[in-house]
């Protein structure tokens, strides 16, 4: 079996209304897909992190320098072609985009390797040590409006997410310090009794302001604090995770096992956050793991894109061992953002219905079993989204 052809497919719509995290607003949902092609006619999917522009700047990547490398190759050894692409582009890009072009390439492959073999990916990974995940969901955007108003809707979304099912509920925060701080409050208010809440600060903070900040989520039982700084001051994680109570999360803009390395060797996380569709793809992201878990740290998956991701996600996390085990293990969850994205619930030909899924079982997912990835893209569906460029 050998590569014919890789392409990158950049889908894009205009969201029905603008949605901001702290570093800037987005009127747009895009997401970028890759296909791998082989001569015996078996097609793998994967996914490149990276909206927009990046998006379109990572097209080229894949395009024009990842698949003159692979074509003929046999897909099969995914981890042969791995080091091939990341030594001839060691040079250029150790992180980045580079990685980000090579994780949907290298999902792909392993979509390939499941559908040769008839195995769905936990299987080709190990097994499933869980026959269904608890997710949980993110909400609560920043908008161009008074701090009342967020805080008035922030509570509303809180609480309508526990309706829907999830175990937890995510917000976003970036006004400011105290204003944080009230948002916060009324998403704790909104959830107590029913679930977990969580902070992604998408690194907005200063080091000193993220301990003011963190201290209030102390107070409030927050379970955990996402990028509270950016993710080049290890040391300012080093120290908020030794002086705050709240769980410090992070890591989904580093790449690839060195990178990770630096960050577990650290200590500064709680909880890793690896993005499996921008450290590397699915070779890397298993090498993360393992050293998270060498380093005691537990993992639950950054997601965020189309159902290929969540699909890919769903499939490592039912593959991840527990840490520690025991009769009752620490597990991981599904990350879901709420807001709207057809991109994840209608680019399938048979939807995974994430929503419907944990509406009906109390806030649980279950995993895919077809081959691969275990599902299967509506190629319809993406030429009508897809960017003509």
Not at 155 to 178: C, N, S, W
Not at 301 to 323: E, R
């Amino acid at each position: 079996m050998k590569i014919t052809r890789v392409t990158s497919h950049i889908l894009q719509y205009d969201l029905p209304g603008e949605l901001g995290y702290s570093q800037q607003y987005y009127e747009k949902r895009s997401a970028h897909l890759v296909e791998v092609e082989t001569d015996e006619g078996i097609t793998g999917w994967g996914e490149c992190f990276g909206p927009g522009n990046i998006a379109i700047a990572n097209k080229s990547i894949v395009e024009k320098v990842i698949q003159p490398m692979v074509l003929g190759c046999d897909p099969m050894d995914r981890d042969v072609l791995w080091h091939k692409v990341y030594n001839l582009t060691r040079d250029h890009g150790q992180k980045g985009m580079p990685l980000q072009s090579l994780s949907g390439v290298d999902i792909a492959l392993w979509d390939i390797a499941g559908k040769v073999t008839g195995q769905p990916l936990h299987k080709l990974v190990g097994g499933a040590h869980r026959t269904r995940i608890p997710a949980y969901g993110y909400g609560m955007m920043l908008k161009r409006e008074s701090v009342d108003d967020h805080v008035s809707r922030f509570k509303t979304e809180a609480a309508a997410i526990m309706d829907m099912g999830f175990v937890g509920a995510k917000l976003k925060t970036g006004l400011g310090p105290r204003e944080d701080i009230l948002l916060c409050q009324a998403v704790a208010e909104a959830v107590e009794g029913r679930g977990r809440f969580m902070v992604d600060a998408n690194h907005c903070y200063t080091t000193s302001d993220a301990f003011y900040v963190g201290r209030a989520l102390d107070e409030l039982g927050a379970y955990w604090f996402e990028e509270p700084v950016a993710p080049e001051d290890l040391d300012g994680y080093r120290e908020l995770r030794r002086g705050l109570k709240v769980n410090i999360s992070g890591g989904e803009a580093e790449f690839n096992r060195w990178g990770w390395r630096q960050i577990l060797e650290n200590r500064g996380l709680d909880i890793a956050q690896p993005e499996v569709c921008a450290l590397g793809g699915i070779s890397e992201y298993l090498r993360v793991l393992a050293l998270c878990h060498a380093h005691f740290t537990p993992v639950i998956n950054h997601v965020w894109g189309s159902a290929i991701a969540v699909a890919t996600n769903i499939q490592l996390l039912a593959a991840m061992p527990a840490l520690p085990g025991g009769l009752h293990p620490w597990e991981p969850m599904l990350e879901f953002d709420t807001t709207d994205n057809r991109f994840r619930d209608n680019l399938l030909e048979v939807p995974l219905d994430i929503q419907g899924q944990v509406k009906s079982s109390g806030g649980f997912v279950t995993i895919p079993d077809g081959p691969g990835l275990g599902v299967v893209p509506d190629r319809d569906f993406i030429r009508h989204y897809e960017l003509d460029l």
